[in-house]
Nanobody, 125 residues
Framework: QVQLVESGGGLVQAGGSLRLSCAAS????????MGWFRQAPGKEREFVAS????????YYADSVKGRFTISRDNFRNTVFLQMNSLKPEDTAVYYC??????????????????WGQGTQVTVSS
């Protein structure tokens, strides 16, 4: 079992930055792929970014490429999502997810076994 706890969400003005954290416990994440998803009101949950823990290789949705950066801290067993140049359309609940094995190209919810409870990000215009 892997437990995931997100933090770092909040209210920010357009153009601002936030850094989300996802603290993992229960397993060593060496062979896991970690992902960030988001869900805006009335919309389906969508893929944001993923990272292959062992290599650090990352993959991004087109909508956030160049603005968001996913990274991991081996010592703290934590994944981060640095979000810059935020836009109102980035407003959503952001979820952290984990899955054992496979490649970094996981962008479907069904490909992830473990999920956090989510953290709200609100970007005002």
């Amino acid at each position: 079992q892997v437990q995931l706890v997100e933090s770092g969400g909040g209210l920010v003005q357009a153009g601002g930055s936030l850094r989300l954290s996802c603290a993992a416990s229960g397993r060593t994440l060496r062979n896991y792929v970690m992902g960030w998803f988001r869900q805006a009101p009335g919309k389906e949950r969508e893929f944001v970014a993923s990272i292959e823990w062992i290599s650090g290789r990352a993959y991004y949705a087109d909508s956030v490429k160049g603005r968001f950066t996913i990274s991991r801290d081996n010592f703290r067993n934590t994944v981060f999502l640095q979000m810059n140049s935020l836009k109102p359309e980035d407003t959503a609940v952001y979820y952290c997810a984990a899955d054992y094995g496979g490649s970094v190209w996981k962008e479907r919810q069904s490909e992830y076994e473990y999920w956090g409870q989510g953290t709200q990000v609100t970007v005002s215009s």
